[in-house]
């Protein structure tokens, strides 16, 4: 019988998913990104980030950039500072200021202690060997610091119902399969756990926040974005999709909005 967390596992770090579809341009990144803009309270992520780089002096690099959010407000702020942008992807990469390289988060092309700073925002959970990752950040950032952020097991749990949902009306059950979780695997829960085995001091920063939609299509381009992964999700996708956007529509209609409550968080790991 196939374990149904080592599948889920290995879609969400299968490097032809990632690179050829998920994060092949920033399209279903930043549809994921852009639903933060509903959320209330609003945290502004960068420039928390360029806040505890503060006395940072130096090199940082943001390993896993994606569509480099973080390294865009980095160039403003801290001009001084000597930023690489590290991604699987060459193709989210085309926006991202340079210099840029595609690179292995378990196998750094750094030097050991060549960094003075390392970021790991949202992506340690799509590597396959997570405590290689870590082992390989400790080893360029010696004497400097790491700073990473994921979501909470607790993250999102309204749009995990809406799926089940939407996906039992498809398939005429009670309660469809579970919607892929990305954060799972590098929870903001199991994160001290994985980040503490190499370095000493684990200082989380839980960023708690409710959204609010009066719309449908913010809630449907955020599941929308998850179509890379499709095959794993046990149900016609498009089918589910349009469930869910009939369900969200008619629960906007009689309440005035869909909400969903958000759990991230900020991992600050000094040397």
């Given at each position: 019988m196939t374990d149904p967390s080592a599948t889920h596992d290995a879609a969400v770090t299968d490097r032809a998913i990632l690179t050829e579809s998920a994060y092949k341009t920033e399209q279903d990144l930043a549809a994921r990104q852009s639903l933060y803009q509903w959320q209330t309270p609003?945290?502004?992520?960068?420039?928390?980030?360029?806040?505890h780089l503060r006395d940072v002096r130096g090199t940082v690099v943001d390993v896993g950039c994606g569509n480099g959010m973080f390294i865009k407000r980095l160039v403003q702020e801290r001009p001084d500072l000597r930023l690489l942008g590290l991604d699987v992807s060459l193709g989210i990469l085309d926006g991202v200021p340079r210099p840029v390289a595609v690179a292995d988060a378990a196998r750094l092309p750094l030097a050991t202690g060549s960094v003075d700073a390392a970021l790991a925002l949202h992506m340690l959970y799509h590597v396959e060997d997570i405590p290689a990752a870590v082992?390989?950040?400790?080893r360029v950032v010696?004497?400097?610091?790491?700073?990473?952020?994921?979501?909470s097991e607790r993250d999102k749990v309204e749009l995990d119902r809406l799926w089940e949902r939407a996906a039992g009306d498809v398939l005429g059950v009670d309660k469809g399969p579970s919607r892929i979780s990305l954060s799972a695997r590098f929870s903001l829960e199991k994160a001290p756990g994985l980040l503490g085995a190499a370095f000493p001091k684990v200082e989380i920063v839980e960023l708690p926040g409710t959204i609010s939609v009066a719309t449908t299509e913010p809630v449907i381009a955020h599941m929308n974005s998850y179509?890379?992964?499709?095959?794993?999700?046990?149900?016609p996708f498009e089918a589910t999709i349009d469930r869910a956007r009939e369900i969200v529509t008619e629960h906007i209609s009689r309440q005035g909005s869909f909400e969903i409550t958000c759990l991230g968080g900020i991992l600050i790991c000094p040397r």
């Open positions: 609003s945290y502004d992520l960068p420039g928390l980030v360029a806040e082992a390989e950040l400790d010696t004497g400097g610091l790491l700073i990473a952020s994921t979501n179509r890379a992964w499709a095959d794993q999700h046990e149900v």
